[in-house]
């Protein structure tokens, strides 16, 4: 079946640094992918839409200069966490859409800022 | 806009017994999908269930079902003959359905309800 592989799976930084997050759809073309911000034992809150080829559609109250999106190719998704600080530390997700209504899910990154 | 409660932030249930999750939404939109997604400790969101809301007979998948109200806005989970393997946080989540499908992936979540199944 279809994958979604997000990477990397945790990353540790230092407050003020960046870091980017990936999310690549690796045997089908994602037009369209989303990314979902997760606290522990909480909903998953929609951050953004990413479109290929096209400016991100940010949710309302999302910061997009923090949050920085990039969907430059149809398999391919970042999510750049920019001068990251602790109350950024949260578990990222994205989800993929495929062809016919299909919709994939990464297996999400634990982001820790310290 | 829409909303999804779940009510219940915890269930617990003996192995091989029944247990319902509950849902309730809001929308004001006439045509939409809703989602039961499962998490288990790995964190990988699994699809459970789909029901589009145009549908009026109740999905099913193998020990899986939903009970759907459209008019009462209620969108319950079904589990039976729990299994070890179904220990989970569940989220109940609502789509909107655009002609199109422009907007499908678009999914409005619930708080959750983590779900125990003892042996």
């Known amino acids: 079946g279809a994958v979604v592989s997000q990477h990397p799976s945790r990353v540790i930084c230092k407050s003020g640094t960046s870091v980017k997050i990936e999310c690549r759809s690796l045997d089908f073309q994602a037009t369209t992918m989303f990314w979902y911000r997760q606290f522990p034992k909480k909903s998953l809150m929609l951050m953004a839409t990413?479109?290929?080829?096209?400016?991100?559609?940010?949710e309302q109250g999302v910061e997009k200069d923090k949050f920085l999106i990039n969907h430059a190719s149809l398999t391919l998704s970042t999510l750049t966490v920019t001068s990251a600080h602790p109350e950024d530390s949260s578990f990222y997700i994205c989800?993929?859409?495929?062809?016919?209504?299909?919709?994939?899910f990464g297996s999400g990154t634990q982001l820790s800022v310290l | 806009a829409q909303t999804v409660t779940q009510s219940q932030p915890e269930m617990s249930v003996q192995e091989a017994e029944t247990v319902t999750l509950s849902c309730t939404y809001d929308t004001s939109e006439s045509n939409y999908y809703l989602f039961w997604y499962k998490q288990p400790p790995s964190r990988q969101m699994i699809l459970v269930i789909r029901?589009?809301?145009?549908?009026?007979q109740n999905a099913t998948e193998n020990r899986f079902s939903v009970n759907f109200q459209k008019a009462a806005k209620s969108f319950s989970l079904k589990i039976s003959d729990s299994q070890l393997g179904d220990t989970a946080m569940y989220f109940c989540?609502?789509?909107?359905?655009?002609?199109?499908?422009?907007?499908?992936?678009?999914?409005?979540f619930g708080q959750g309800t983590i779900l125990t199944v003892h042996p």
């Open positions: 989800s993929a859409r495929g062809i016919g209504e299909k919709l994939f």
């Open positions: 990413s479109n290929e080829g096209s400016k991100a559609t940010y």
């Open positions: 029901q589009e809301a145009y549908k009026q």
């Open positions: 989540a609502f789509m909107k359905h655009v002609a199109g499908g422009t907007s499908y992936g678009k999914l409005t």
